[in-house]
């Protein structure tokens, strides 16, 4: 499974995979707020990535 993040507002949906910065699924969000979500994402990268492998190395 690619390292993703789900993000969620109201009833819109976003699925980015944070290592390519790949919008994966999408659903009711706009292109603006896409791209603000694709640079918080890319800015935090390290530590998502980093985040992610501790969450599943304990499961």
Do not use: C
Request: charged share 30%; glycine share 4%; proline share 2%.
């Amino acid at each position: 499974m690619p390292i993703h993040i789900h993000i969620e507002k109201g009833d819109s949906y976003a699925r980015i995979e944070i290592t390519t910065l790949k919008i994966t699924d999408k659903y009711k969000i706009k292109n603006k707020d896409l791209n603000i979500l694709l640079k918080i994402v890319e800015k935090h990268q390290k530590t998502l990535i980093g985040a992610w492998n501790e969450y599943f190395s304990q499961t």
